[in-house]
């Protein structure tokens, strides 16, 4: 078989998958983001507090000199480090991913998350944020949602390794992380992170 046949295979395939994937809309799923500064950084994460462990029992830490990865549980604080020192921070499970990333003195937020669990009642005097279903839409988007999961790591490749997630209790090879990509017409919109697994075999 061609180079140029396995290629169109394997979009063929894509598609396929894409077309017989669930359907999900403003009734399914949460699309939130925002803003906010470095001072508020403590309380905003204090708001996520009770879905950290129950619902987003994965930490992906970006700080200054060091990136890392925790699992978290219901007595661990939203805010692993002083927020100077914080350069991305990711929270995230089954039910819901929450992204922040810092812009100079700013933090800029996004949140995918499953519509029917629960999440915190933002106060949106304190912490203004948009909603993406309730943008002005000639018509509303509808996404398709396609699981996918991607090596972290392989043992035998000395370029990538596990020492960032130390303590966590992950395999040392075959590690993959989940995602769900969320598709406009083919396209990838957004992807939310689900968690780490073991690769499985046959």
């Known amino acids: ?20 994937a669930r359907v999900v809309g403003t009734e399914e799923l949460h699309i939130w983001g925002g803003q906010f500064s470095e001072n508020s950084a403590l309380a905003f994460l204090d708001a996520w507090q009770d879905a950290l462990g129950r619902q987003m029992t994965w930490r992906m830490v970006e700080e200054v000199s060091d990136f890392y ?11 692993p480090c002083e927020p100077f020192q914080l350069e991305r921070l990711r929270l995230f499970g089954e039910d819901g991913d929450l992204e922040i990333r810092r812009d100079m003195a700013d933090f800029h937020w996004r949140f995918i998350g499953e519509a029917a669990k629960t999440w915190p009642a933002l106060d949106g005097e304190t912490f ?29 490749d000395d370029r990538v390794t596990n020492t960032w997630s130390h303590g966590t209790g992950l395999p040392v090879e075959g590690v993959v992380l989940r995602q769900k990509h969320y598709l406009d017409n ?9 968690g780490f697994m073991e690769e499985k075999h046959g």
């Open 1 to 20: 078989m061609s180079k140029e046949m396995k290629a169109a295979d394997f979009v063929g395939q894509a598609f396929a998958r894409a077309g017989q």
């Open 69 to 79: 990865v925790q699992q978290v549980g219901p007595g661990d604080s939203t805010l």
């Open 128 to 156: 203004p944020y948009q909603d993406f279903w309730k943008t002005p839409w000639p018509s509303p988007p509808v996404f398709r949602e396609v699981e996918q999961s991607y090596y972290q790591w392989r043992l035998q």
């Open 186 to 194: 083919g396209r990838v919109a957004f992807v939310r992170y689900v």
